[in-house]
């Protein structure tokens, strides 16, 4: 039996689009198991950082946390048992409170001497990360900041600033 040979753009396009549905069609089933979730993203984004995978690999992957991070109204279904807070909030709140072992590893990977992302592939994460910031809250930025070494804490301060400058005012 020949089995076919997938290259590793072609892995994480598959792979991508496989989350994507799964977080649109079983969302409440699939983010109660953040930390499923989480290594399915944290095996998305390594590969980024090589310089196999390309810009269309990055808005594929910052569609996922955006998705995650910044749901549509109509992508989470609102639980009748609390009425006074919208099912989209819930939803960012949840986000807020696993995603930053995202950003963590994106920053740690972005330290790594053997990094290999192309400039665009970097902007274009950065859309996602500043969604992911967005749902953290000033608080969880914090947290995550503290449990930084110093050359975490520079990059992240730095991913800060530009979300602020840019990415903030613009809705992510």
């Known amino acids: 039996l020949s089995h076919p040979r997938f290259s590793p753009a072609r892995t994480h396009t598959l792979l991508t689009s496989l989350l994507g549905v799964l977080l649109t069609t079983h969302?409440?089933?699939?983010?109660?198991?953040?930390p499923l979730l989480n290594l399915a993203l944290l095996a998305l984004l390594a590969p980024l950082f090589t310089a196999e995978l390309g810009v269309k690999h990055a808005e594929a992957y910052t569609r996922l946390l955006t998705t995650l991070a910044d749901p549509a109204a109509t992508a989470v279904r609102a639980s009748t048992s609390t009425p006074l807070v919208s099912a989209t909030a819930k939803a960012k709140r949840q986000a807020g409170a696993h995603l930053p072992v995202i950003v963590g590893a994106y920053?740690?990977?972005s330290l790594?001497?053997?990094?290999r992302m192309q400039l665009a592939v970097r902007e274009e994460l950065k859309?996602?990360?500043?969604?992911?910031?967005?749902?953290?809250g000033a608080e969880g930025r914090k947290v995550l900041g503290e449990e930084m070494d110093r050359s975490g804490r520079d990059?992240?301060?730095?991913?800060?600033?530009?979300w602020v400058r840019f990415g903030k005012w613009k809705g992510n």
């Open 127 to 136: 859309r996602g990360l500043w969604t992911v910031f967005s749902a953290m």
């Open 107 to 109: 920053v740690k990977l």
């Open 155 to 162: 990059v992240l301060r730095g991913l800060i600033g530009e």
């Open 112 to 115: 790594d001497p053997n990094s």
């Open 27 to 34: 969302r409440l089933s699939v983010t109660s198991r953040a």
